[in-house]
């Protein structure tokens, strides 16, 4: 499916000063459902959108420097806080103050951080999270050096990208998906933020926030493609033993779940959001 095909749409919305993109699907009154991406893009959450939007308003967001989104994160702004505050700045702009959280990946940080911390989360999805100090996978982590980072040429992490993408799904992706996946790195500044977002990797964002979260108790779904290799179901199920009101839903696939068991990451979210609505 397209970007532009059936219910699901691309919108934009101008977040301090840079036009942020998203996917969207459902009526726009319906209870907000905001969905976050982590080193992929708002493209992880486009399986399973058009059935999300049958009872929420979904709004899958690409960061600053993501997917279809303007704007360059450097490593000051990438930071789990700082993307936090963007997430936050951009539902104020969409005129949305309370709402479900769903986060996959680096995303997940983002969305324990607001849910820690916001006040404004009224049930929460972790998608294959990352989570305690599960974080960052050895291929993110020798991002954190800026010699690194200075040496790797767009060719490079545009060959990078492509294993991991590969890597994170079970099936055997077509080539045209893995192009569709790969099409935000052919631009420089995007890649650029990638890599921000990679030195900015940081597991104190996630273990800071523990005790708050345990405090909050918010009504969480964990859905876990249980052979993910970057991910392990065992952050999940320790999240589960650690963070009252949080449950564990595993379903077959590895990292994006939404490519491999589309039905079943449906299925237990909108279980999730009906038992909490």
Not at 169 to 176: G, I, S, T
Not at 206 to 219: E, G, K, N
Request: hydrophobic residues 40%.
């Amino acid at each position: 499916m397209g970007e532009q095909d059936g219910p699901v749409r691309r919108e934009q919305v101008t977040v301090n000063g840079t036009e942020l993109s998203y996917l969207a699907s459902g009526d726009k009154g319906a209870p907000p459902l905001l969905l976050l991406h982590g080193t992929f893009w708002s493209r992880v959450w486009q399986p399973v959108l058009p059935a999300l939007g049958r009872v929420r308003r979904c709004i899958a967001l690409d960061l600053p420097g993501f997917g279809r989104s303007g704007g360059e994160l450097d490593v000051g702004r990438a930071t789990i806080p700082a993307l936090a505050a963007t997430v936050l700045d951009a539902a104020d702009e969409l005129g949305i103050t309370d709402f479900d959280l769903a986060a996959h990946d680096i995303g997940g940080g983002i969305a324990q951080h607001i849910a820690a911390t916001s006040g404004r989360v009224r049930s929460l999805v972790l998608m294959n999270s990352v989570m305690f100090d599960s974080w960052p996978v050895p291929a993110v982590e020798k991002f954190r050096d800026p010699d690194v980072r200075a040496a790797t040429s767009g060719a490079d992490l545009l060959g990078a990208r492509e294993i991991s993408i590969r890597g994170a799904v079970a099936r055997p992706l077509r080539q045209e998906e893995v192009d569709d996946y790969l099409s935000p790195w052919q631009e420089p500044a995007r890649q650029r933020s990638w890599m921000a977002m990679a030195a900015a990797a940081d597991p104190r964002y996630t273990m800071d926030v523990v005790p708050a979260l345990q405090r909050a108790a918010i009504p969480t779904r964990l859905v876990w493609g249980r052979d993910d290799d970057f991910q392990k179901v065992s952050f999940a199920r320790r999240y589960v033993e650690e963070i009252p009101n949080a449950e564990l839903t595993e379903v077959p696939g590895k990292h994006i779940p939404t490519e491999d068991s589309p039905e079943q990451v449906v299925a237990a979210i909108l279980h999730h959001l009906e038992a909490h609505q």
